[in-house]
């Protein structure tokens, strides 16, 4: 039967990897996928995490079913993490937390439990991450687009707001809460309470994506605007990761952050959620999710873990101002001004397919689409030369 199926093309991120590793160009540089690489382009294990590890491997004493829905602790790490400590206090029972493999699969169970509110709409701001589409369609959700990139490629809060004049109340709407994949541009400080008003006047329900937290500004600042959301509409969804922030990618560890109006109706949520994942992957993998309960609840382990996001997030950003350096010592002119605005694991170079392909053939530098940049994955050594092929690019 498999005969009536046509091959599918792959995952155009994902095979980028292959393709950078069958160039034997030692100026090559990996710039795809999103995946945090260290000043030898190695992507390390967290020291906080080998702590928990080393705990988890004295202390566990079964690898019996989870049963339950959550790690153990993670779901008031996770809460007080997204949400702070005095949102979590004041919001108490009216959130839940359910663990999932991922964020990926926290957006999974996000869009299956809001097709059983039957939405008319989802908004999506474009460009977004990719695999958003599918997640939401094929749960029977029905998407409706809008540019969140403005004239000066930053986020465009003007745009956003005549969107949503086209909504209902219980209508959706998916927002980048940091380090927006693919541009690096998020909504600024004082743009975020405007939006969380909009969407609270129309009774809207913020379904936030939060991938990102720690690598834009700090772990706090970069869960401000989830937070106004969470604070001001009464229902309100986060899909939670814990891949970049705790380098945990392949342990596979999230959570979706649910808010309801009530109490009964957070029970009756999480039950949904409950049930939603029981027929996705029955029960939880207890790993990851133990690694990031035990870091979040240790005083030591915790402070270890903060101070290792920080040095993520200013590598990053010292990278990203040595491209702006380089890109104006070559005079590679306006188009990539906005750069240095950006915030998070990538920045947007705005580029066409060809000059995609004009950096990988001439250069060895491996971008996504639209010339998406992993900045981790920039090596110092080659900026100059980077900088020439796009000053040679945009002439
Ligand atoms: N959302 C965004 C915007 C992402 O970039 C990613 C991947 O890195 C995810 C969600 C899902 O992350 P994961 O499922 O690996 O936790
Ligand atoms: O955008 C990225 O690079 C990350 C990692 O199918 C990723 O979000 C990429 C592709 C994919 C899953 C994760």
Not at 76 to 91: F, I, K, S, V, Y
Not at 253 to 271: E, F, Y
Not at 338 to 363: A, I, K, T, Y
Request: aromatic residues 6%; hydrophobic residues 40%.
């Amino acid at each position: 039967p498999f005969s009536a199926l046509e091959c599918l093309p792959q995952d155009p991120i994902l095979g980028l990897g292959a393709l950078y590793q069958a160039d034997p160009r030692p100026q090559r540089m990996d710039l795809g996928i999103g995946i945090y690489k260290d000043s030898s382009g190695f992507t390390p294990i967290l020291q906080a995490v080998r702590e928990a590890e080393r705990w988890l491997l004295k202390h566990r004493t079964s690898k019996s079913y989870l049963s339950s829905d959550c790690v153990p602790g993670l779901d008031n790490g996770l809460r007080q993490l997204a949400l702070g400590d005095h949102l979590a206090a004041e919001l108490g029972n009216l959130t839940g937390v359910i663990q999932s493999p991922g964020g990926t699969g926290a957006l999974r169970l996000a869009a299956q439990l809001l097709a059983r509110l039957s939405p008319r709409k989802v908004l999506v701001g474009l460009p977004t991450w990719p695999i958003h589409v599918p997640i939401l369609e094929r749960a029977g959700l029905s998407l409706q687009f809008w540019q969140q990139q403005g004239a000066d490629q930053g986020f465009d809060l003007a745009a956003l707001l005549l969107a949503l004049d086209s909504l209902q109340p219980g209508d959706v709407v998916l927002l980048h809460a940091c380090c927006h994949n693919p541009t690096g541009a998020d909504p600024q400080a004082h743009e975020w309470p405007l939006i969380a008003r909009a969407l609270a006047e129309r009774q809207l329900i913020p379904l936030l994506d939060m991938a990102y937290q720690g690598f834009g500004d700090s772990l706090d600042k970069d869960a401000d605007g989830l937070r106004q959301l969470f604070s001001q509409c009464p229902t309100a969804l986060a899909a939670l990761s814990c891949s970049k922030n705790f380098g945990l990618y392949r342990d596979r560890i999230g959570a979706l952050l649910v808010r309801t109006p009530t109490a009964r109706d957070c029970q009756a949520a999480s039950s949904h959620l409950s049930d939603i994942g029981r027929c996705l992957w029955s029960m939880p993998p207890a790993h990851g999710g133990e690694v990031v309960s035990h870091i979040l609840a240790s005083t030591e382990l915790r402070a270890l873990w903060v101070t290792e996001v920080d040095n993520m997030r200013m590598r990053i950003s010292q990278l990203r101002s040595g491209l702006v350096a380089a890109l104006q010592e070559a005079q590679a002119g306006e188009r990539f001004h906005s750069l240095g605005r950006q915030r998070g694991m990538f920045s947007w170079l705005g580029l066409n397919p060809e000059e995609v392909l004009f950096l990988r053939q001439h250069g060895g530098i491996y971008t996504a689409g639209g010339g998406r940049i992993n900045v981790s994955g920039l090596r110092p050594s080659q900026l100059a030369n980077m900088a020439s092929l796009l000053a040679n690019v945009s002439r």
